[in-house]
């Protein structure tokens, strides 16, 4: 919004023209979600102390230090990232941008769904929320529809094709079907952040991570000169995902700050459908959706924990992992939470370096 009230003065009063520049908006983007946060937080997490009084629901099959640790906290912390996302971004965001509109109406689109599967488990009083057919009918339903927006606003020969990493020119042609490969993205990109959300901090910091290196993506593809230079697929209009990308990293912060170990606040799948959704539709725009994999491995390898873990034991009734997600088989198997957090943190940063690495390695 500022953007587009500043532009028209930008060649009569030079301090307006700092707004034409993506980098300026992308800070003031992150600093404003960041104070956001820390204004709205504390009111935030004290309103919904009041209206959860036994906080979220603790799974009696988990570890038993949850039990302890854990219970009375309450849930849909998410609501807090999303109000600073929204904020930021409607303020430093180049309101024109359809790629914005796109990702953003999909990240608060997943984050209602969230909402609702939080406000059952709640009233319940059941870690079980919606039903898995449920949940996965709107996921579908959201990811086809913003995948197929996000197809139509690209008007170059890259709208239908997924790009290969390191291999500069080896495009996969979808057609017609990129709308479902998109949607499978924003999917899975969604439920594995949801999944990987089981202890503190843990999933909000990775998730921080990603953002980072798609910032940086989004500036580079969205930029012909640098795209050029580096031998990337240009994306017109893919660059003012940056100012969304850092909105969210600054709103992610401020979350770290409530959610960190012992956690006030826990983002519930208010936040973690919401965050792994925006991750999944940057990537489709920015046409990066291996390098998401790549980046996001951590998601990754906890989605396939359950997976693996699902399939075996219904094949042999043995179990492959004391628990999984696999956070989760770590603590059975004695490792402190910080431990866990802290290691998963540092997977997560090396990961993100190879990520970047398939930028320059063409």
């Known amino acids: 919004m500022l953007y587009n009230l500043a532009r028209p003065l930008a060649d009569q009063f030079i301090m307006?023209?700092?707004?034409r520049y993506?980098?300026?908006?992308?800070?003031?983007?992150?600093?404003?979600?960041?104070?956001?946060?820390?204004?709205?937080?504390?009111m935030f997490i004290r309103w919904l102390k009041r209206v959860q009084v036994s906080g979220q629901p603790i799974r009696p099959d988990g570890p038993e230090s949850h039990l302890l640790t854990k219970k009375g906290t309450p849930t849909m912390g998410g609501g807090l990232i999303l109000a600073a996302l929204s904020v930021s971004t409607l303020l430093w965001a180049d309101l024109r941008s359809g790629y914005v509109w796109?990702?953003?109406?999909?990240?608060?689109?997943?984050?209602?769904l969230g909402f609702v599967d939080d406000y059952i488990k709640l009233s319940k009083k059941n870690f079980r929320g919606l039903s898995g057919r449920g949940k996965l009918i709107v996921q579908v339903v959201l990811g086809l529809g913003a995948a197929i927006w996000i197809m139509l606003l690209n008007h170059s020969p890259l709208a239908t094709v997924l790009t290969v990493p390191v291999f500069k020119e080896v495009m996969i042609p979808l057609g017609l079907g990129f709308p479902l490969f998109g949607m499978l993205v924003m999917l899975g990109s969604s439920n594995a952040v949801n999944l990987t959300d089981g202890l503190d901090?843990?999933?909000?910091?990775?998730?921080?991570?990603?953002?980072?290196?798609?910032?940086?993506i989004a500036y580079l593809v969205g930029n012909q000169n640098f795209a050029g230079y580096l031998q990337l697929n240009h994306v017109p209009g893919a660059g003012e995902l940056t100012v969304f990308c850092s909105a969210l990293i600054g709103a992610g912060l401020g979350f770290l700050w409530f959610n960190a170990p012992p956690a006030r606040v826990f983002m519930g799948d208010t936040g973690s459908l919401a965050l792994g959704g925006a991750l999944g539709a940057i990537a489709v725009v920015v046409k990066h959706?291996?390098?998401l994999a790549i980046v996001g491995g951590l998601f990754v390898v906890e989605t396939v924990s359950v997976i693996v873990q699902v399939f075996w034991y219904k094949r042999t009734g043995r179990r492959v992992f004391l628990m999984a997600p696999l956070h989760h088989h770590f603590?059975?198997?004695?490792?402190?939470?910080?431990?866990?957090?802290?290691?998963?943190?540092?997977?997560?940063?090396?990961?993100?370096?190879?990520g970047l690495a398939t930028l320059k390695i063409r």
């Open 22 to 42: 993506i980098t300026f908006r992308s800070g003031a983007a992150c600093m404003t979600a960041l104070v956001v946060s820390f204004v709205l937080g504390p």
């Open 331 to 354: 603590e059975k198997k004695g490792w402190a939470e910080p431990t866990i957090v802290i290691r998963f943190w540092i997977i997560s940063m090396i990961l993100a370096l190879v």
């Open 102 to 112: 796109a990702v953003l109406l999909l990240t608060l689109g997943y984050g209602a």
């Open 289 to 291: 959706e291996i390098v």
């Open 16 to 19: 307006f023209n700092l707004f």
């Open 201 to 216: 901090g843990l999933a909000i910091v990775p998730t921080i991570i990603c953002c980072g290196v798609f910032a940086l």
